[in-house]
């Protein structure tokens, strides 16, 4: 069974200092993964999306790394602002064929405090 | 990229009663998608909305409850029927671009049922 598992579930930070987000998926056969930001009330937006050659990518403060081996993903996230506060979810797509299937993470719910 | 727009934004509705939820998109795209998002979790996988087909439900989603109209390649309809409080929940419209192999989300339409 596909799945993505996503930690911490909550994290509470002071501005300023970094974070990392971890992602585990057992998901196959792996087409791409994705992070995404989501505000309270809000869709998801994308931060990064990542096939299986790529390593890293970076969308300004956001960092994500992705290791198909131990299928893992990290999303780090440098110089925090409160702006930051939000949900951030991890996707993974698998590519059967023909079609893609996506499966979701739970989410981790970031809080920037001052 | 895809701008997505979705209507109403939010609404409160009485127990029994029908809400359409309309979905608009500024490209023309193959796939749309309809997700819910309870509270504190993260999103679900309602229907595959193609163009001149019918919607594919997911398990546990059925037409009857959740009927999905999608006229042409810009836009969708959900109807969240017969309603109860458990349909209580923030509704998400999506489209993938598989040339850029990104997928959009709305801003997302947040239903109180009463």
């Known amino acids: 069974k596909n799945q993505v598992e996503q930690s911490p579930q909550s994290l509470i930070i002071l501005e300023g200092k970094n974070c990392t987000l971890q992602?585990?998926?057992?998901?196959?056969?792996?087409?791409?993964l994705r992070w995404y930001k989501q505000d309270t009330g809000r869709g998801p937006v994308s931060l990064t999306i990542?096939?299986?050659?790529?390593n890293t990518k970076s969308n300004g403060r956001y960092t994500a790394t992705l290791d198909a081996d131990t299928k893992q993903s990290s999303l780090h996230i440098t110089a925090s602002q409160l702006s930051d506060s939000a949900s951030y979810i991890c996707?993974?797509?698998?590519?059967?064929?023909?079609?893609?299937?996506?499966?979701f993470g739970t989410g981790t719910k970031l809080q920037v405090i001052p | 990229s895809a701008v997505i727009s979705q209507k109403p934004s939010r609404d409160i509705c009485q127990r029994g009663t029908s809400l359409t939820i309309q979905c608009q998109v500024d490209?023309?795209?193959?796939?749309m998608f309809w997700y819910r998002q309870q509270p504190g979790q993260s999103l679900t996988l309602i229907a595959t909305?193609?163009?001149?087909?019918?919607?594919?439900?997911e398990s546990g989603f059925v037409i009857d409850k959740f009927p999905i109209s999608r006229p042409n390649l810009t836009f969708s309809t959900l109807t969240v029927s017969n309603m109860s409080p458990e349909d209580s929940s923030i509704y998400l419209c999506?489209?993938?671009?598989?040339?850029?192999?990104?997928?959009?989300f709305g801003p997302g339409t947040r239903l109180t049922v009463l």
């Open positions: 490209s023309q795209v193959t796939m």
């Open positions: 990542m096939t299986f050659s790529e």
């Open positions: 999506s489209v993938e671009k598989r040339i850029h192999n990104e997928q959009f």
């Open positions: 992602c585990n998926y057992t998901v196959s056969p792996f087409s791409n």
């Open positions: 996707v993974v797509s698998a590519d059967p064929g023909g079609y893609q299937k996506v499966t």
């Open positions: 909305a193609n163009q001149g087909s019918e919607a594919t439900y």
